[in-house]
């Protein structure tokens, strides 16, 4: 328990714990976007960023260890992860809306499965790891805590592209079609807008989003089997806590969930998925639609 | 049901159950392995749906009481001693006690959000189960769970001189048979056309004065049991219990089997148990890549067939009755 008093374990664990926090924004704010909008708990978006984790690194073999190479392999990772999901949205998904949404859930979960194992047959089973790029693979001191650029880094890209997102939403016409498609979509769509490819859009952005988180972590994750449904756990874990469809919601859980992990360590060594778990009951129990959302009848 | 039918109606459920105990006269150990994981699947997936198909509530993590069944039944049996059939009782009882405690508050909640906090809670069992080493050995499982004695079969002749796993497939059989009867009264009692109501009209159902919330809590409980009977066999039959029991995958997967064998009949869950489980064992053996399989077997359930399979055997035979000029 001595660690409770070191300041630079603190701060060395506040460290880890916001870099989880924003990398969990990245991949969660997609899935929160997509249910805001569409109304599907989307479990794919795990392997929609997996995939974009795997075209990173075989990227990053043929472009070079440069920055630009890393850079080039993030830009392609994120543009084929939002094909590939306009595809998925143009061809099947789109057949889904008006069904149940336990029939939507294992639509959903039915590409996880085809995904996984496409991933396995095309990249093979064996981890693979992306080198940092040179521009972001130093570190500096901060306290006395190492703290490495790229954490940094992320640190910082999570409240851009929230700001971003919200930008989006809020200050642009195209934003305030978005959230009329969330309010009424039939509304919308007697109005003149043509609601079917403002979803493809939508679903193309979280994907573009998916993909760019899945190639964001490549550095610093080992690119693996699993890592689909590792991060989609947690992702769901952050949306419901703080409130499906709520991007500041979202952020709130991602933090909320970050500093769980790297601060439950020290009170609970064997319990932070536990706590994570029991952190998401409780906000279902107490405010089914989580702390920022909204109630969804 | 009435009419010139009945004449010739066949009391099937018996006959399947004839059917099933034959398996072990064809004398192959795999045979007789398959059809156990069958019958205790089918047990579990028909358990869910008494949620699923008969009061229309969607949990996400059924197999937490799969998984506490399996648990309790094998910790009373070698920890404590206690013989197999209080033990396997005992399995029921956790499953139903953790269900209505968990249920309390699931219930409380619609759609989605009631998915969502079953799931909770079953991840919250499983996270359990994965880290208390002292009781449930954590990750590694726990394993060698002991075979019951099942010297009363002895008296039986040719069963009595059968080998182990063969004896264990007839307790499996009598012991389902059993649970799915006493699943099938509910479902036809009184207590179960309310279940159908709430499924059917929920507020309608309030309205003439039925507790929703209830009914739904007391099914939910219900459920939670038989999967517990449900875990205490496939924790015997699986000479051990993994944490894996109460993982989500499991929940999906009986969920998948349930909704491939058609949830608007009380055979479809056992159906889609025997499909599943049979064709895995086919495909595993040419390929690798199962999931995949199943994944375009979910695609095709979703857009060809979303009555499930004894959903469009039974379309079929009502089209084809309505061809010949009998009745519908």
Known sequence: ?297 | MKGPNRAKRIPWTLVLFLAAALIPTLGSRYYTFLATDVVIFAMFATSLNLLLGVTGLVPFGHAAYFGIGAYVCAIFMKDLGVPFLPAWLFGGVGGALFALIFGFFCVRLTSIYFSMLTMAFAQIVWAICFKWNDVTGGEQGYPNVPMPSMAWLEWIPWVGDLRIDHKFFYLTLILAALSIAAMRRIVNSPFGRILTTIRDNAERAQFIGTNVRLYQLIVFSLAGGFAGLAGGLFGIFNRGVFPDFCYWPKSAEVLIMTILGGIHHFWGPSVGAAILILLNQYIVSYTEYWPFVLGLILLLLLFGLPGGVVGAIDGLIRRSRTLVGGRG
């Open chain 1, 1 to 297: 328990m001595s660690e409770l008093l070191d300041p630079f374990f603190l701060l060395g664990q506040l460290r880890s714990g916001l870099t989880t926090a924003m990398f969990l924004f990245l991949i969660a704010s997609g899935l929160s976007l997509i249910f805001g909008v569409l109304k599907i708990i989307n479990f794919a978006h795990g392997s929609l960023y997996m995939i974009g984790a795997y075209i990173a690194w075989n990227m990053t073999l043929i472009l070079g260890r440069t920055s630009i190479g890393f850079l080039g392999a993030v830009v392609i990772a994120s543009l084929g992860v939002a094909v590939l999901g306009g595809l998925v949205e143009r061809l099947l998904l789109r057949y889904m809306y008006k069904r149940e949404e336990l029939y939507q859930l294992l639509f959903t979960y039915a590409l996880v499965l085809i995904f996984s194992d496409a991933c396995k047959y095309i990249w093979g089973t064996q981890p693979h790891s992306v080198s940092r790029p040179p521009i972001l693979a130093g570190s500096f001191d901060f306290y006395g805590v190492r703290f490495p650029h790229y954490d940094l880094f992320i640190i910082l890209l999570g409240p851009a592209i929230a700001f971003g997102f919200w930008v989006l939403l809020n200050r642009t016409s195209h934003g305030r079609i978005i959230r009329a498609a969330a309010l009424d979509r039939e509304m919308l769509g007697a109005l003149g807008t043509n609601v079917s490819s403002l979803y493809t859009g939508m679903f193309v952005l979280a994907a573009f989003f998916a993909g760019l988180s899945g190639a964001l972590v490549s550095p610093i994750k080992s690119v693996v089997p699993g890592m689909d449904v590792e991060i989609i756990i947690e992702a769901f874990i952050v949306v419901v806590i703080g409130g499906l469809g709520s991007l500041w919601g979202t952020l709130l859980g991602s933090l909320i969930y970050g500093l769980t992990l790297a601060f439950g360590i020290l009170i609970f060594p064997r319990f932070s998925i536990f706590a994570a778990f029991v952190i998401m009951a409780v906000v279902l129990i107490v405010r089914p639609w989580g702390l920022m959302g909204r109630p969804v009848k």
